[in-house]
């Protein structure tokens, strides 16, 4: 049970790792191609990172300030936090079982591997021998520890090993432990030659190389073992955005220390003797509870390298190449003949089945049309080569008024939105750092453009961010529009974000902090009265998490009237489905596949007229009330069923990646007697 028998909401961090143990799944199903099975344990592995850099290290905080404090999902925060420590120990034995025992053999099969200590060739390790010698041994500072030579400080999620040594050096010191820390610019993967691997695709570990090699650094000394582990730290910035003068320097001050954080998790090689566990764990202050015995590599994720071999497409996903829907798919003469299409009508996209390009045609057509007096975009997450961040300063550079609201508190995308805003400062563009307190998550980019005498605006808005990698792994959807009502109320957004003044009523878009919430609330409310009136009544939502309490209590309320609530939550869900007498009209399902669902779609019957809003935000305390977010009706009729069918029809329809939610916070894998229907799939061929 994911929480206490009497709340009405299950705990956050249990559901997260419910939400892993379906990405997980995917790597036990057999008929996943290989090299994909591999890349679903990276993914999970990555994910596990950020859990305990920001969930547990959360937990761990509260158990220290407020002991007492029984949370919203009736724990205790220590019951929590032992609760979601045996469930993440649970999942990290099945993660390195199935590594080890199943993913790994069957890719040697294939001749794609890793080549252990264990089994290695004369051949294969004199070659070791020869590389560790050259490319290896000369970047290691072995540390001796003793009162000369103190525990060095260790960065988060650093490969250590930890040596285990008697006999005296040449100062005559006893030596019993050294610590070694792997230099970051060594690969952790190292291609081994054809010839000498005996395989197509062979690799050696880092580790391999330094626990069997690691005598040659204390000479004279007698090694009795070498152990790898690594510490996760909590990295959760600590800045106080009210008490700053300057967002930018003072988030890089904070960014510097960020690795260094109290440590959260302690990873260890399984060969680990006890002794060496208890003194790695006193050293970092952490428990029993706190430390994972690792099979294979202590960072699983180090492998994403062997999932991308090009000569081995029979064991990945087909390839698609999404394509570019009418009318971007045509070669325009003039950018006026592009930005006339859209006047005309407006234009909707479903990524990745569906080419990111045209959000870069819109914006590089922008950038050259001399009719273009300014752009305005919204930058939370872009990637460190962005060709959209580029027309930026292309559009800069030529003279026109271009306006980036930067979201320096990105997490984990801090230095890179740094540098960014630091470039389109050099160019002259006009930077905002958003508002302080409130993330700037809303996916928006507004062009000013004259037309006859007068300035006429278009728009894009989105559920995803502007980052053209994640468009081909994440489904989000995106409106290119000239529509003047919500034009108009995205450049009042932006002078919100940008300048000061009180909040000026939108006429169609939603807003949070101010009326995303209320809304959300009122509509599912009427959807509850027409249902006590015996109308029909229906709510669809699609979201990555759904926890914030008021919107669930008015959910429960809604389903105990006979409104009828299909709802799409990708990973964490705190909503208790199908329980008797509370939400027995409510059902919860999660999609996991090759894609990442990503878009949030709010849909609500409403006596037939079918409102459909896409937002960036998540049903989620954050989303409401600390950022700043949108959700954009969908105004056109037939872009209106479109994501009606492609959002919820179709995944609601989906026997293949689906899992039902029960009530006690577990899933159930969707499974019925009809024909086979895989919603990423479909949407490959009915789009692509």
Request: net charge negative.
């Given at each position: 049970?994911?929480?206490?028998?009497?709340?009405?909401?299950?705990?956050?961090?249990?559901?997260?790792?419910?939400?892993?143990?379906?990405?997980?799944?995917?790597?036990?199903?057999?008929?996943?191609?290989?090299?994909?099975?591999?890349?679903?344990?990276?993914?999970?592995?990555?994910?596990?990172?950020?859990?305990?850099?920001?969930?547990?290290?959360?937990?761990?905080?509260?158990?220290?300030?407020?002991?007492?404090?029984?949370?919203?999902?009736?724990?205790?925060?220590?019951?929590?936090?032992?609760?979601?420590?045996?469930?993440?120990?649970?999942?990290?034995?099945?993660?390195?079982?199935?590594l080890m025992q199943q993913?790994?053999?069957?890719?040697?099969?294939?001749?794609?591997?890793?080549?252990?200590?264990?089994?290695?060739?004369?051949?294969?390790?004199?070659?070791?021998?020869?590389?560790?010698?050259?490319?290896?041994?000369?970047?290691?500072?072995?540390?001796?520890?003793?009162?000369?030579?103190?525990?060095?400080?260790?960065?988060?999620?650093?490969?250590?090993?930890?040596?285990?040594?008697?006999?005296?050096?040449?100062?005559?010191?006893?030596?019993?432990?050294?610590?070694?820390?792997?230099?970051?610019?060594?690969?952790?993967?190292i291609r081994v030659p054809d010839e000498i691997s005996h395989i197509s695709q062979g690799y050696m570990l880092l580790t391999s190389l330094i626990s069997v090699f690691v005598n040659e650094l204390f000479p004279g000394m007698d090694v009795k073992g070498c152990y790898q582990w690594r510490v996760t730290r909590n990295s959760d910035l600590f800045v106080d955005e009210e008490e700053v003068t300057n967002l930018r320097l003072a988030l890089q001050g904070e960014l510097s220390q960020r690795n260094f954080g109290a440590a959260v998790r302690l990873e260890i090689d399984q060969s680990m003797?006890?002794?060496?566990?208890?003194?790695?764990?006193?050293?970092?202050q952490l428990a029993a509870w706190d430390t994972y015995r690792v099979r294979g590599p202590v960072?699983?994720?180090?492998?994403?390298?062997?999932?991308?071999?090009?000569?081995?497409?029979?064991?990945?996903?087909?390839?698609?190449?999404?394509?570019?829907?009418?009318?971007?798919?045509?070669?325009f003469d003039h950018p006026s003949q592009l930005f006339a299409a859209i006047a005309k009508r407006d234009q909707l996209f479903h990524h990745p089945y569906q080419s990111f390009q045209p959000v870069l045609s819109f914006l590089r057509a922008a950038a050259v049309d001399p009719d273009v007096v300014a752009i305005k975009q919204t930058i939370y997450r872009t990637g460190e080569d962005s060709e959209l961040m580029n027309l930026l300063l292309s559009a800069a550079r030529?003279?026109?008024?271009?306006?980036?609201?930067?979201?320096?508190?990105?997490?984990?995308?801090?230095?890179?939105?740094?540098?960014?805003?630091?470039?389109?400062?050099?160019?002259?563009?006009?930077?905002?750092?958003?508002?302080?307190?409130?993330?700037?998550?809303?996916?928006?980019?507004?062009?000013?453009?004259?037309?006859?005498?007068?300035?006429?605006?278009?728009?894009?808005?989105?559920?995803?961010?502007?980052?053209?990698?994640?468009?081909?792994?994440?489904?989000?959807?995106?409106?290119?529009?000239?529509?003047?009502?919500?034009?108009?109320?995205?450049?009042?957004?932006?002078?919100?974000?940008?300048?000061?003044?009180?909040?000026?009523?939108?006429?169609?878009?939603?807003q949070s902090p101010f009326t995303l919430h209320d809304t959300m609330i009122a509509k599912i409310k009427a959807e509850e009265e027409r249902a006590r009136e015996g109308k029909r009544a229906r709510i669809m939502a699609k979201m990555n998490s759904l926890l914030e309490p008021k919107v669930i209590e008015a959910l429960y309320s809604a389903s105990q009237a006979g409104v009828r609530v299909d709802l799409i939550v990708r990973g964490a869900c705190a909503l208790r489905p199908g329980?008797?007498?509370?939400?027995?009209?409510?059902?919860?399902?999660?999609?996991?596949?090759?894609?990442?669902?990503?878009?949030?779609?709010?849909?609500?019957?409403?006596?037939?007229?079918?409102?459909?809003y896409m937002s960036s935000a998540d049903w989620m305390d954050r989303n409401f009330f600390r950022r700043v977010e949108l959700a954009v009706p969908v105004l056109d009729r037939t872009l209106k069923r479109r994501v009606i069918s492609e959002a919820f029809t179709f995944a609601l329809k989906d026997n293949q990646?689906?899992?039902?939610?029960?009530?006690?916070?577990?899933?159930?894998?969707?499974?019925?007697?009809?024909?086979?229907?895989?919603?990423h799939n479909y949407l490959m061929e009915r789009l692509g």
């Open positions: 049970m994911l929480s206490s028998p009497d709340t009405t909401l299950l705990n956050r961090e249990l559901s997260l790792l419910k939400f892993n143990e379906r990405v997980m799944a995917m790597a036990e199903n057999p008929s996943t191609p290989l090299l994909e099975r591999l890349r679903y344990l990276c993914i999970v592995s990555s994910n596990l990172d950020e859990f305990f850099e920001i969930r547990i290290s959360s937990i761990k905080e509260q158990v220290l300030q407020n002991p007492h404090k029984i949370g919203e999902d009736g724990f205790l925060p220590i019951e929590a936090f032992n609760r979601v420590q045996e469930a993440a120990h649970a999942l990290v034995d099945k993660q390195n079982n199935l993913v790994l053999p069957s890719l040697m099969e294939e001749g794609i591997g890793l080549l252990f200590a264990a089994q290695w060739t004369e051949s294969q390790r004199e070659w070791a021998y020869q590389t560790f010698m050259r490319d290896v041994m000369p970047l290691l500072t072995p540390v001796g520890l003793d009162p000369a030579h103190p525990f060095p400080r260790v960065y988060n999620k650093s490969l250590n090993y930890i040596i285990e040594l008697s006999g005296n050096d040449a100062f005559g010191r006893t030596g019993n432990i050294a610590i070694v820390q792997a230099p970051r610019a060594l690969p952790r993967l003797p006890e002794e060496l566990e208890f003194f790695l764990q006193k050293e970092f960072n699983l994720s180090r492998l994403m390298q062997l999932c991308n071999v090009p000569e081995r497409p029979d064991l990945q996903f087909p390839e698609y190449r999404a394509p570019i829907p009418a009318p971007f798919d045509a070669a030529a003279g026109k008024e271009v306006t980036v609201v930067v979201e320096l508190m990105a997490r984990f995308d801090e230095q890179t939105n740094i540098n960014w805003a630091a470039k389109m400062e050099e160019v002259g563009a006009h930077v905002s750092y958003g508002v302080v307190g409130n993330k700037t998550h809303a996916k928006m980019l507004l062009v000013l453009r004259r037309e006859n005498g007068e300035i006429r605006r278009y728009g894009h808005v989105g559920t995803g961010n502007y980052h053209p990698r994640t468009a081909r792994l994440y489904t989000d959807f995106g409106l290119i529009t000239a529509n003047r009502d919500i034009c108009d109320d995205m450049d009042k957004v932006f002078s919100l974000l940008t300048g000061l003044g009180a909040w000026r009523p939108l006429k169609v878009l939603l329980v008797p007498g509370l939400s027995e009209k409510i059902q919860v399902r999660s999609l996991v596949g090759r894609f990442l669902e990503h878009s949030r779609i709010f849909y609500f019957y409403n006596e037939g007229q079918e409102d459909v990646l689906a899992w039902k939610g029960n009530a006690d916070g577990t899933y159930s894998r969707i499974r019925t007697r009809r024909a086979p229907f895989n919603l």
